[in-house]
């Protein structure tokens, strides 16, 4: 299958409905994609994820560079056969693991040199290498090396980000167009970048620099970094106006279960969170009426599922009371069952949306959801 791109239906407020074809499978849009960190979404089987209906999930380059290494995962046959995984899988470049997790030694127009998180030993990323990466991983849809930065970042410094990443955006086609025979995956794509910290123009400015390049798609990053939401929302929709219609877009890291529709009414299709896995594994379950801390001693004796409008597996059988009592004995099942809850409600907000985009209902679709956490439980 080649990669293709089509919209099916918009909505008045702006939300398309659409289809991404990927050389491992379909992709159904608007699309929540569970991160998949080290080549395992923690907590769930892949068993488990296909029948959850997760079409796509996120690898991250950084680290599995770093573990098990990628020239071990190309000798494997790439990240899609080393773990099982039918579906699709979007690769990050990288870039924001580096600038975030790890001691950065130096950065220049050449690359950055950091040390691992792991163990110290110092390496170098740059935007040949990390298509080198993601080409020995396979990834459905790759993305290319940007400059990561901290909020709040002044004019100045968001404006020599953008300018960095436009010409890191133009390396990574370039090397990628020059090495097309040593991905693993020959249906591979690459996906740009937009930055901009939170400056309307920069945000505008490296949105039209990279369609110039004319990518597939177009990703905005450098969000959720702890801006806040409205601000968040305007940069994706300023973005979004600079970008072609025709292509997918992807708002890197969002966001919390309330917030998801409102980057699809700024006209985007594409979002990954670690929120729902890692939450779960501190306890935290996002429900319909809230959020649900389940080691709480009030859920010692309830009977009730977690949510009682969630169909999922977890929901269907086992309650409060029980889930507690694991979170409490710190039983591995505990991250299991609260990941496998909180995927599931995550994926479901998102059926949700694409079914209010068909009906053109994604207003009244948000005002009810909202209202609903707003009320709390009964
Ligand atoms: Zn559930």
Redesign the pocket.
């Known amino acids: 299958m080649d990669f293709h791109f089509e919209i099916l239906k918009t909505d008045p407020t702006g939300a398309r409905l659409g289809r991404l074809t990927t050389p491992h499978g379909v992709i159904d849009t608007p699309a929540f994609m569970p991160v998949g960190t080290s080549g395992t979404v923690k907590g769930l089987t892949q068993q488990a994820l296909t029948e959850l209906g997760v079409q796509v999930l996120l690898g991250n380059t950084y680290h599995l560079y770093l573990r098990p290494g990628h020239e071990k995962i190309r000798r494997l046959g790439g990240l899609h056969r080393f773990m099982s995984w039918p579906g699709a899988i979007l690769t990050d470049s990288g870039g924001f693991q580096v600038f975030s997790l790890a001691d950065l030694r130096k950065i220049t127009d050449e690359g950055v040199v950091f040390r691992s998180h792991l163990d110290g030993s110092e390496h170098f990323l740059s935007p040949e290498t990390s298509i080198e990466i993601q080409q020995a991983l396979g990834s459905d849809i790759a993305m290319v090396f940007d400059e990561c930065i901290e909020y709040p970042a002044d004019h100045a410094r968001a404006a020599a980000a953008v300018k960095r990443t436009t010409e890191w955006a133009l390396r990574c086609r370039d090397f990628s167009r020059r090495n097309t025979e040593t991905s693993t995956n020959p249906g591979q794509v690459y996906f740009a970048i937009v930055q901009g910290g939170t400056h309307a123009d920069l945000r505008r400015e490296s949105a039209r620099q990279l369609v110039d390049l004319d990518f597939p798609g177009y990703a905005i990053g450098g969000l959720a970094v702890g801006e806040p939401h409205a601000l968040s929302c305007e940069m994706a929709a300023r973005a979004a106006e600079e970008l072609p219609q025709d292509r997918p877009r992807y708002v890197m890291g969002v966001g919390l279960p309330e917030q998801l529709a409102d980057y699809v009414r700024c006209g985007v299709d594409m979002m990954d969170c670690v929120l729902p896995t890692r939450n779960a594994r501190n306890g935290c379950l996002f429900t319909s009426t809230g959020r649900l801390n389940i080691g709480n001693a009030i859920y010692a004796d309830d009977p009730r599922?977690?949510?009682e409008r969630?169909?999922?597996m977890?929901?269907r059988t086992y309650s409060r009371a029980y889930l507690r009592h694991l979170f409490q004995a710190n039983e591995i099942l505990a991250s299991i069952l609260n990941s496998h809850?909180n995927v599931?409600?995550f994926l479901d907000i998102m059926g949700k949306i694409r079914q209010a985009i068909a009906f053109g209902e994604l207003a009244e679709l948000s005002s009810e959801f909202l209202a609903r956490i707003e009320a709390g439980e009964p």
């Open positions: 599922p977690p949510d969630c169909s999922c977890v929901c809850h599931a409600f």
